[in-house]
C-alpha cells in the first residue's frame, strides 16, 4: 500500500501549485488536486521530479491519499468558492480533521466556517499567505489563525515553508477564529498605502522635478540602501528601470495609469470605521485606486477643470531630498495606523495578538518587508500595551527631523496642482494626533444644536444639552 500524504493542496493556479512544490522541497509528501483534473495532470507533468506528490482526479481519492489526521490547504478564490469546496470536502472527513484556507478571504468569512466546521467535528484555520507567487514558492510570511492544537498540526511544515529573517521563521501562530486572515489583511492595506506614497514621490519626482523614469528608479534604488530599505522600493526601481521592447520607451511610460483592487484594501477601511480608528493613509490609498479607474471621466475633467500646471524644478536635488524624508514619515504613519487598527481589532475579538510578532513575521516573504520593522518588532517587545508608533522615540525623532521636508512636499504640491493624498492625509494624522485640544467642541456643539446629542464640559462632569432654540439654557443629562 501506498504511503499516505502529510499534507493535502486543493487548488493549483499559481500560488496553490507554487505552495504545494514549497512544501514538497522539504521533504513532505503532499497531495495535489484540482477541480479540473487537466490542470492536476499539468501540475504533475511540470513538477513531478520536484519531491513526492500524489495526484488525485476525485476528492475522494485525494481525501483518502492523506493520513490522518487530514490536513488539507485549501488554495480556491476568495468567496463562494471557498464554501464550495469546504461544503464538497466536509461529508469525506473525520473527526479533527484540518481544513486550512490559505486564500485572501474576509475574516468575517473566517469566523463563520470555523463554527460551522466544528458543528461537523472538523478543525478550520485562516492563514494569511504573503509573498505573491515568487514567496508561495520560495518562502513566504506566514499568518496562521484558529484552534492553537490544529496549528501545532501543521506547525513543522509551516515553519519549514517560511521565510526565515535572522535564523527565525517568518511565522507564528496569531491568534483564534479569524485573526491570521484579519491580520493579512492590515497587511495587505499597509501595502496599499505604501504603494500609493510611493507612487506620489514618483509623481512629484516626475512632474516636478522633471526627471525621467530612469532617473526615479536610480533615486529608488539610492533610496532603498537607508532608512527606506524595503522590498517595494526595491522593485520600484527596478519596474522604473525596465525599457519596453515594443517602444523603445519606458515601460512604465506605456501602461494605463488605472490601478486593479481585489477588495482587501477595501475591507481593511470598512474595518477602521467599524472600530472607530482613523486609518487615512490606507484609505486614501483605496480611494486613489478608485479615481484611476473613472479614466474617461478624467480624460474629458483634464480639459474642462481649471488648475495650475506642474513647473518641472530642473532636477532639484533639495527637492528629491524633501521627497524622500515625506515619503519616509509618512510611511511610518500608515504603520502606525496599520498596528494601531490590529491592536483595537485584538481588545474586540478578544484575540490576544502580540503586534511585536507581527511585525517579525513581515520583515522575510510578505509584500511590505522593511528595514524599519525590526524597530516596530522593538517596541512592541518592550511597550507591548503601546498605543501608537509614533510614541516611540524612535519614530518620535524620525518624524520631527523629517516633518519640515514633509511640509515643504505637500505646499509645493499643492501650488502645483499635483494630488497627493496619502502624503496630505497622514502629514493630517500626524498633526492631529500631536493636538492636545482640536476643534470637535465645534462639531459636538452642532450636534446638539441639530439633534440633541449632548455634550461634555471641560469643568463638569456629565453630559448636557443646550435648548438652542428655545430659552438658551442648559440643562444636565446626565
Same mark, same amino acid.
Given at each position: 500500500?501506498?504511503?499516505?500524504?502529510?499534507?493535502?493542496?486543493?487548488?493549483?493556479?499559481?500560488?496553490?501549485?507554487?505552495?504545494?512544490?514549497?512544501?514538497?522541497?522539504?521533504?513532505?509528501?503532499?497531495?495535489?488536486?484540482?477541480?479540473?483534473?487537466? @490542470?492536476?495532470?499539468?501540475?504533475?507533468?511540470?513538477?513531478?521530479?520536484?519531491? /513526492?506528490?500524489?495526484?488525485?482526479?476525485?476528492?475522494?481519492?485525494?481525501?483518502?491519499?492523506?493520513?490522518?489526521?487530514?490536513?488539507?490547504?485549501?488554495?480556491?478564490?476568495?468567496? @463562494?468558492?471557498?464554501? $464550495?469546496?469546504?461544503?464538497?470536502?466536509?461529508?469525506?472527513?473525520?473527526? +479533527?480533521?484540518?481544513?486550512?484556507?490559505?486564500?485572501?478571504?474576509?475574516?468575517?468569512?473566517?469566523?463563520?466556517?470555523? $463554527?460551522?466546521? #466544528?458543528?461537523?467535528?472538523?478543525?478550520?484555520?485562516?492563514?494569511?499567505?504573503?509573498?505573491?507567487?515568487?514567496?508561495?514558492? %520560495?518562502?513566504?510570511?506566514?499568518?496562521?489563525?484558529? /484552534?492553537?492544537?490544529?496549528?501545532?498540526?501543521?506547525?513543522?511544515?509551516?515553519?519549514?515553508?517560511?521565510?526565515?529573517?535572522?535564523?527565525?521563521?517568518?511565522?507564528?501562530? !496569531?491568534?483564534?477564529?479569524?485573526?491570521?486572515?484579519? !491580520?493579512?489583511?492590515?497587511?495587505?492595506?499597509?501595502?496599499?498605502?505604501?504603494?500609493?506614497?510611493?507612487?506620489?514621490?514618483?509623481?512629484?519626482?516626475?512632474?516636478?522635478?522633471?526627471? #525621467?523614469?530612469?532617473? !526615479?528608479? @536610480?533615486?529608488?534604488?539610492?533610496?532603498?540602501?537607508?532608512?527606506? /530599505?524595503?522590498? %517595494?522600493?526595491?522593485?520600484?526601481?527596478?519596474?522604473?528601470?525596465?525599457?519596453?521592447?515594443?517602444?523603445?520607451?519606458?515601460?512604465?511610460?506605456?501602461?494605463?495609469?488605472?490601478?486593479?483592487?481585489?477588495?482587501?484594501?477595501?475591507?481593511?477601511?470598512?474595518?477602521?470605521?467599524?472600530?472607530?480608528?482613523?486609518?487615512?493613509?490606507?484609505?486614501?490609498?483605496? =480611494?486613489?485606486?478608485?479615481?484611476?479607474?473613472?479614466?474617461?471621466?478624467?480624460?474629458?475633467?483634464?480639459?474642462?477643470?481649471? +488648475?495650475?500646471?506642474?513647473?518641472?524644478?530642473?532636477?532639484?536635488?533639495?527637492?528629491?531630498?524633501?521627497?524622500?524624508?515625506?515619503?519616509?514619515?509618512?510611511?511610518?504613519?500608515?504603520?502606525?495606523?496599520?498596528?494601531?487598527?490590529?491592536?483595537? $481589532?485584538?481588545?474586540?475579538?478578544?484575540?490576544? %495578538?502580540?503586534?511585536?510578532?507581527?511585525?517579525?513575521?513581515?520583515?522575510?516573504?510578505?509584500?511590505?518587508?522593511?528595514?524599519?520593522?525590526?524597530?516596530?518588532?522593538?517596541?512592541?517587545?518592550?511597550?507591548?500595551?503601546?498605543?501608537?508608533?509614533?510614541?516611540?522615540?524612535?519614530?518620535?525623532?524620525?518624524?520631527?527631523?523629517?516633518?519640515?521636508?514633509?511640509?515643504? !512636499?505637500?505646499?509645493? $504640491?499643492?501650488?502645483?496642482?499635483?494630488?497627493?493624498?496619502? =502624503?496630505?492625509?497622514?502629514?493630517?494624522?500626524?498633526? +492631529?494626533?500631536?493636538?492636545?485640544?482640536?476643534?470637535?467642541? %465645534?462639531?459636538?456643539?452642532?450636534? /446638539?444644536?441639530?439633534?440633541?446629542?449632548?455634550?461634555?464640559?471641560?469643568?463638569?462632569?456629565?453630559?448636557?444639552?443646550?435648548?438652542?432654540?428655545?430659552?438658551?439654557?442648559?440643562?444636565?443629562?446626565?
Amino acid at each position: 500500500m501506498a504511503e499516505k500524504s502529510r499534507i493535502g493542496v486543493t487548488g493549483l493556479a499559481v500560488m496553490g501549485a507554487n505552495l504545494a512544490r514549497n512544501i514538497a522541497s522539504r521533504g513532505v509528501p503532499v497531495a495535489v488536486h484540482n477541480r479540473t483534473y487537466a @490542470k492536476t495532470e499539468q501540475f504533475i507533468a511540470d513538477y513531478a521530479s520536484e519531491g /513526492d506528490f500524489t495526484a488525485s482526479e476525485s476528492v475522494e481519492d485525494f481525501v483518502n491519499s492523506l493520513e490522518t489526521p487530514r490536513r488539507i490547504i485549501v488554495m480556491v478564490k476568495a468567496g @463562494k468558492p471557498v464554501d $464550495a469546496v469546504i461544503e464538497e470536502l466536509t461529508p469525506l472527513l473525520d473527526e +479533527g480533521d484540518i481544513i486550512i484556507d490559505a486564500g485572501n478571504s474576509h475574516f468575517p468569512d473566517t469566523v463563520r466556517r470555523t $463554527a460551522e466546521c #466544528e458543528a461537523n467535528g472538523l478543525r478550520f484555520m485562516g492563514v494569511g499567505v504573503s509573498g505573491g507567487e515568487e514567496g508561495a514558492l %520560495l518562502g513566504p510570511s506566514i499568518m496562521p489563525g484558529g /484552534d492553537p492544537a490544529a496549528y501545532e498540526e501543521v506547525r513543522e511544515i509551516f515553519e519549514s515553508i517560511a521565510a526565515v529573517v535572522d535564523g527565525t521563521p517568518c511565522v507564528v501562530h !496569531v491568534g483564534p477564529g479569524g485573526a491570521g486572515h484579519y !491580520v493579512k489583511m492590515v497587511h495587505n492595506g499597509i501595502e496599499y498605502a505604501d504603494i500609493q506614497l510611493i507612487a506620489e514621490a514618483y509623481d512629484l519626482l516626475t512632474n516636478v522635478v522633471g526627471l #525621467e523614469a530612469p532617473a !526615479v528608479g @536610480k533615486i529608488f534604488e539610492e533610496w532603498n540602501t537607508g532608512d527606506l /530599505d524595503s522590498f %517595494l522600493i526595491e522593485i520600484t526601481g527596478k519596474v522604473l528601470a525596465k525599457t519596453d521592447e515594443k517602444t523603445g520607451k519606458p515601460l512604465v511610460d506605456v501602461i494605463v495609469d488605472q490601478a486593479g483592487q481585489k477588495g482587501t484594501g477595501t475591507w481593511t477601511a470598512i474595518d477602521a470605521l467599524n472600530l472607530g480608528i482613523p486609518l487615512t493613509g490606507i484609505t486614501e490609498a483605496v =480611494f486613489a485606486r478608485g479615481l484611476s479607474a473613472l479614466r474617461s471621466e478624467r480624460a474629458v475633467a483634464a480639459k474642462t477643470l481649471a +488648475g495650475p500646471n506642474p513647473v518641472k524644478e530642473a532636477n532639484d536635488e533639495s527637492l528629491v531630498e524633501d521627497i524622500r524624508q515625506a515619503l519616509y514619515a509618512s510611511k511610518v504613519v500608515a504603520y502606525a495606523q496599520g498596528f494601531a487598527q490590529m491592536r483595537a $481589532a485584538s481588545v474586540e475579538n478578544g484575540w490576544d %495578538l502580540k503586534l511585536g510578532e507581527m511585525a517579525t513575521i513581515w520583515r522575510g516573504g510578505c509584500i511590505i518587508r522593511a528595514r524599519f520593522l525590526n524597530r516596530i518588532r522593538e517596541a512592541y517587545d518592550e511597550h507591548p500595551d503601546l498605543d501608537n508608533l509614533l510614541m516611540v522615540p524612535y519614530f518620535t525623532e524620525a518624524v520631527a527631523n523629517a516633518q519640515d521636508a514633509w511640509r515643504r !512636499v505637500i505646499v509645493k $504640491a499643492t501650488e502645483q496642482g499635483v494630488p497627493i493624498p496619502a =502624503f496630505s492625509s497622514s502629514l493630517s494624522y500626524y498633526d +492631529g494626533y500631536r493636538r492636545e485640544r482640536g476643534p470637535a467642541n %465645534l462639531i459636538q456643539g452642532l450636534r /446638539d444644536f441639530f439633534g440633541a446629542h449632548t455634550y461634555k464640559r471641560i469643568d463638569a462632569e456629565g453630559s448636557f444639552h443646550t435648548r438652542w432654540s428655545q430659552d438658551g439654557t442648559e440643562i444636565q443629562t446626565d
